[in-house]
C-alpha cells in the first residue's frame, strides 16, 4: 500500500528557511518519477492553496506568492518530494500537504505544520 508521509515543518522567525519532504512509501520507482507531484497549503477556515507542482519531466511550477523562494524537487532513491522553503514570511504559516495521483486516486498525506512568527 502506498503512502504518503510529510515531514520537516516547525515553527521559524520570518526570513529563515524550512525544507519539508514528502516520502512515498510502498511507491515503485517507474510510477514514482512519472507521477506529477503538487505541494498544497491550507489555513483554517480557508481553501487549500496549490504552492508548488513537480511534473515527471521535472519541470515545475509555483504560486506567484512563493515563486522565487520555495524550490519544488524529487529525491528518487528516497523517493521524497521535498520543498525548499526560503525567506519565509508570516503569511506562509499553514499546514501543508503532499499529493499525487496514483492508481486511480488522489493520494494526500496527512501535512506538516509550518509557522512563522514575525
Known amino acids: 500500500q502506498v503512502r504518503l508521509v510529510e515531514s520537516g515543518g516547525g515553527f521559524v522567525q520570518a526570513g529563515e528557511s524550512l525544507k519539508l519532504s514528502c516520502r512515498a512509501s510502498?511507491?515503485?520507482?517507474?510510477?514514482?518519477?512519472?507521477?506529477?507531484w503538487h505541494w498544497y497549503r491550507q489555513v483554517p477556515g480557508k481553501q487549500r492553496e496549490l504552492v508548488a507542482t513537480?511534473?515527471?519531466?521535472?519541470?515545475?511550477n509555483y504560486a506567484d506568492s512563493v515563486k522565487g523562494r520555495f524550490t519544488i524537487s524529487r529525491d528518487n532513491v528516497r523517493r521524497s518530494v521535498n520543498l525548499q522553503m526560503n525567506g519565509l514570511k508570516p503569511e506562509d504559516t499553514a499546514v501543508y500537504y503532499c499529493?499525487?495521483?496514483?492508481?486511480?486516486?488522489?493520494?494526500w498525506g496527512p501535512g506538516t505544520q509550518v509557522t512563522v512568527s514575525d
Open positions: 513537480l511534473s515527471s519531466d521535472r519541470s515545475t
Open positions: 510502498g511507491m515503485i520507482l517507474s510510477s514514482f518519477t512519472g507521477a506529477t
Open positions: 499529493t499525487t495521483y496514483y492508481s486511480g486516486k488522489d493520494l
